[in-house]
């Protein structure tokens, strides 16, 4: 059976409105995952940095606008820890997403250029 013009047209601004949906999830998941990455080498430099800390110095963090000193280095650790964790499992995910989007694109431009 061969299609008419316009359901050819049709087919081809679908594969073109997909192809633009899946470019900016692309973006977005890229965008993510380069932002977390960099959260977690700011935590791992923190850590670092707490851990070199000699008995009696002064820690702060940032609680809003205000410095809050530190009581128990341990439990700030630990909670930095906990919060590495959490997304380095985030990124993990947005990076098995992107490998997924990575394919769906392809799959679509192999489509595309096929049906020329």
């Known amino acids: 059976m061969v299609s008419s013009p316009s359901a050819m047209v049709s087919e081809h601004m679908d594969a073109a409105n997909q192809l633009q949906i899946i470019v900016q999830e692309l973006q977005l998941v890229v ?3 380069g932002s977390m990455s960099n959260q977690i080498r700011e935590m791992d430099e923190t850590l670092e ?3 070199s800390q ?22 700030l650790s630990e909670e930095l820890e906990e919060g590495k964790s959490r997304l380095e499992a985030h990124v993990k995910l947005l990076s098995e997403r992107e490998t997924e989007l990575r394919e769906q ?3 679509l431009i192999s489509d595309f250029e096929g049906s020329k």
């Open 54 to 75: 000699k008995d009696g110095d002064s820690v702060y963090r940032q609680s809003g606008g205000v410095l809050v000193k530190v009581s128990d280095l341990g439990s």
């Open 31 to 33: 965008q993510q995952a």
């Open 105 to 107: 694109y392809d799959e």
């Open 49 to 51: 940095l707490l851990t």
